[in-house]
């Protein structure tokens, strides 16, 4: 009897919160993504990357800068409506991000059209209600092109091409997913068409947040 009643505590036991494999997160800052283990009050991240000032429209035509973003930790990507391959498992993973995070007020999602010429305000407005995107968790970012491509390729670093350059006109296409936290310091790079890396990424936002 004894026995029993301690299988069935086992069994019956809630099972642990999901922790990251790692209780500190490194930081980068160029295309390789080579880690770089430093404490958070290092004198080193006083010249460290960070994501630079940006000016661009939402869903909602709300204009979006590095302000609106003061004192939150964001997770970016890059995308378009009318992509027919990657784009869709995208959203849907951002999507598991938007419901991971949906009472978190301190955590925002940040998806770039990379053809801002054809995904004006309304077209993403349209996609945001087709998505269940919630404005004010979720910004579908238009804008500059000029502004965008540089954004994805000289601060997110987000097509991890490893120093490989390409020329302003070269389409930026990428399933990565990209973790900045409250200072706009790269954290993370996930591929945002595998599950286990998006959960991954969800315990390290979970991290960052524990480091307050």
């Given amino acids: 009897m004894a026995f029993l009643s301690a299988f069935l505590l086992v069994c019956c036991e809630k099972p642990a919160e999901r922790q990251s494999s790692i209780d500190r997160l490194p930081y980068y800052n160029e295309a390789t993504f080579t880690p770089h283990w430093l404490d958070p009050d290092s004198d080193s991240l006083n010249q460290f990357h960070t994501i630079a000032p940006f000016k661009l429209l939402n869903q909602d035509g709300d204009t979006i800068t590095e302000k609106s973003l003061q004192g939150k ?16 498992r995208m959203t849907t993973n951002m999507a598991v991000l938007q419901e991971a995070f949906l009472h978190d007020a301190d955590v ?12 004006s305000v309304a077209v993403l407005k349209n996609y945001a209600k087709v998505k269940g995107v919630k404005s004010g968790k979720w910004h579908l970012l238009t804008g500059d092109r000029q502004q965008i491509y540089h954004l994805g390729r000289k601060q997110y670093f987000v097509e991890e091409d490893l120093g490989l350059e390409k020329e302003a006109d070269d389409f930026l296409h990428t399933e990565n997913f990209i973790l900045v ?8 790079i996930y591929n945002g068409l595998n599950k286990t890396s998006i959960n991954q990424l969800i315990d390290d936002v979970k991290t960052l947040k524990a480091k307050k």
Avoid: A, Q, Y
């Avoid at 930790?73 to 869709?88: W, Y």
């Fill in 181 to 188: 936290d409250k200072n706009r310091h790269i954290r993370g």
């Fill in 73 to 88: 930790i964001f997770i970016t990507d890059f995308f378009f409506t009318t992509c027919p391959g990657i784009c869709p």
């Fill in 108 to 119: 925002m999602l940040l998806s770039h059209s990379v053809t801002p010429e054809r995904d």
